[in-house]
């Protein structure tokens, strides 16, 4: 039925505020030359003030800035408040952390929008036009060599190395190899294993495959090794590291482009219409590299030995001054360029060599190459200086509580009980915090009740991850202080997992598995 409104009130709006211009007044006047042809009109070039451009650019990188200090301010002012008013103790170094960690923002503002801007373009154009003008071998191998290089391009990598820093090698000489001598063997084996699950999950989609045998496949032998390991005392210390090299690989750059790429795939064939077809990548690119590091863990106990791995520690630590590419700031530049720039002449090649397609506005996407350089340069300063600092200090704190440590007079500070009690809920809201605030579970929320169109709630997605990652730092830090086995924690859960899958209808156990891998690493 028509809206009625008297004329009046019809007439008082249009004209309320308005002013009437002349057109005359917002064209240019006509000038003429001497034979009396008319000059074309070149417009000059608009100067802006400070507070001109600052207006203009403000909405843009307030937005993106946001998002990064949300998942950042909150935990880092968490563990600040937690260690002056419950620890008791003041924070060292506060200016270089946070330094550190105002890189640490900065650095991944740059980095996303580099990501989105200059990156995500290649995976698209890859997905679209790789079916079309390649074989499925060829298509399949693109994809696995494409997952080993968002590997080496994940933020969350550099946390992994990161910690071998702060590993001691008389505990664990295994691990501390692995993080150390054996890093980049170790990124490389967490790359195959995305790569893996990369070319496993486009065959899923361009087939339509169920999502739950292939969790079944895949969970046997990680749970197999998962066993043996724990048996070992050495290779049980690295179990840790396994499972966690699943978590480091769904970030900012595995997800979408891996994504990207196999839905493009996917649609071009005419496969994976179904609005959830898209899930279940990313749990195939988290289960993948945990078996691969397992592996490499074999390979390394039976190759040598731990008398030998310190030793050889010892030598090197009496050998010369590592040479200046080793050292920081140039340790972490030349890691940020390694990420980035292989990456980028790998889907060059591609794009060249074997599409004979142009580059998509060239312009646009060296600009965002170049804000991915630079992100992930300040994001791996930063997280040296910054949250690792910070981390490590606030970690190495927390037994205070309830036990006698050295950096800490009068320890314990609280009884055993209490003490215990703060450190185990102090982890448990440290998880809640830091998940809730996650920008990619806030994305996949959205993404998730759009596509059931209401039925599923963001909200209810976002707390039933955040309440399970909570309870599960919680549990991870009573099996340090307990030193409870790794294996008897992740085994019963995994298996109620799969009974869980197998009562659940697919589109519940795409969503359910992949929003498990969604908070992040660092």
Not at 127 to 143: F, M
């Amino acid at each position: 039925m028509p809206t009625e409104i008297r004329f009046g009130a019809f007439v008082r709006e249009i004209t309320l505020q308005q002013q009437q211009i002349s057109y005359n007044n917002l064209t240019p006047k006509v000038w003429h030359a001497a034979d009396g042809s008319e000059i074309p009109y070149r417009a000059p070039k608009i100067h802006l003030r400070w507070i001109d451009a600052y207006r203009l650019i403000q909405p843009y990188i307030s937005s993106r800035l946001m998002e990064q200090v949300q998942a950042v301010v909150p935990l880092a002012l968490y563990l600040v408040l937690f260690q002056i008013f419950v620890l008791q103790q003041g924070v060292t170094d506060a200016g270089l952390i946070t330094g550190g960690l105002v890189a640490v923002i900065l650095g991944l503002m740059f980095f996303i929008e580099g990501l989105k801007v200059g990156l995500m373009p290649f995976g698209e154009a890859l997905g679209n036009t790789l079916p079309a003008k390649a074989t499925l071998p060829v298509v399949l191998s693109i994809v696995f060599l494409l997952g080993i290089g968002v590997t080496f391009a994940e933020p969350a990598i550099g946390a992994l190395k990161a910690a071998g820093q702060i590993v001691q090698i008389e505990s664990a000489p295994y691990l501390y190899a692995m993080l150390n001598e054996w890093a980049e063997v170790l990124v490389l084996g967490v790359g195959i294993g995305v790569g893996a699950a990369a070319i496993l999950g486009t065959l899923r989609l361009l087939n339509g495959w169920s999502l739950k045998p292939l969790i079944y496949l895949s969970l046997i032998p990680i749970l197999a090794l998962t066993v043996f390991m724990q048996f070992d005392p050495e290779l049980s210390k690295t179990l840790g590291l396994a499972w966690d090299s699943g978590a480091v690989t769904t970030g900012p750059v595995t997800v979408p482009l891996v994504l990207a790429l196999g839905i493009g795939i996917a649609a071009a064939a005419g496969k994976g219409q179904s609005s959830l077809s898209g899930f279940g990548i990313v749990t195939l690119a988290s289960l993948f590299p945990i078996l691969s590091v397992q592996l490499l863990a074999l390979y390394l106990a039976f190759t040598t030995t731990p008398a030998e791995i310190i030793a050889a520690a010892a030598h090197a630590q009496q050998a010369l001054e590592p040479a200046w590419y080793s050292q920081t700031p140039w340790l972490e530049i030349i890691a940020g360029l390694r990420a980035i720039v292989p990456l980028v002449l790998f889907l060059l090649l591609v794009m060249w060599l074997i599409l004979k397609e142009k580059l998509p506005e060239p312009g646009q996407i060296a600009y965002g190459i170049t804000l991915a350089v630079i992100g992930m340069i300040m994001f791996n300063l930063g997280l040296s200086y910054g949250l690792a600092k910070l981390g490590g200090q606030s970690g190495s704190l927390i037994p205070a509580a309830f036990t006698a440590i050295e950096a800490v007079t009068h320890s314990p500070l609280y009884s055993a009980i209490l003490g215990l009690s703060l450190a185990l809920l102090f982890a448990w809201l440290l998880g809640f915090g830091a998940t809730l605030a996650e920008p990619a579970l806030n994305a996949l929320g959205l993404t998730v009740e759009t596509l059931t169109n209401g039925a599923f709630r963001k909200s209810l997605l976002m707390y039933a991850v955040s309440f399970g990652v909570a309870f599960g730092i919680a549990l991870g830090v009573a099996k340090i202080i307990f030193d409870l086995p790794l294996a008897w924690l992740l085994i019963p859960g995994y298996l109620f997992a799969v009974i869980l899958t197998y009562l659940s209808s697919e589109e519940f156990v795409n969503i359910a598995w992949d929003s498990a891998e969604s908070p992040p690493a660092p």
